[in-house]
């Protein structure tokens, strides 16, 4: 398990219902407890009582993961294939999908989370990546 230091940008997975499978952009305020826990920052989610406040929370070491690299494509080379595992970015968070059409320059991602398949725009959309062992691991078991 990496260890994450005070101001690391690094994403969350929620493990709350309704929200599995789901990244949040977050840093790191504070290592707790040895660093089995991690007081983080959200980028994008806001406090409920006050929407104008970031959202704080304290999360378990085992739902952080640093940030994926960028993957720099082309226009040209930025495309999809049929069950390609992805991340769609919505509702202020990366989800992990599966390809399952593209209709004009949008492609269609089914989440078996909910059931859902959407269409998104290539901007809202990058390869799913998981964090193993200290290493960036690309659908088809390729390291990064």
Known sequence: MAMFFKGDKVEVCSK???FLGSYYQAKILSPLNNNTLYR???KNLVEEEDQTR???EIVSADEVRPVPPPVTFTKATQ????LDSVDAFDNDGWWVGKITGRQGSKYWVYFETTRDEIAYPVSRLRHHL???????ILANNTFF
């Open 130 to 136: 998981e964090w193993r062992d200290g290493h960036w």
């Open 54 to 56: 970031p959202l704080v």
């Open 16 to 18: 709350e219902e309704g």
């Open 79 to 82: 495309v999809f294939h049929y």
């Open 40 to 42: 983080v920052q959200y």
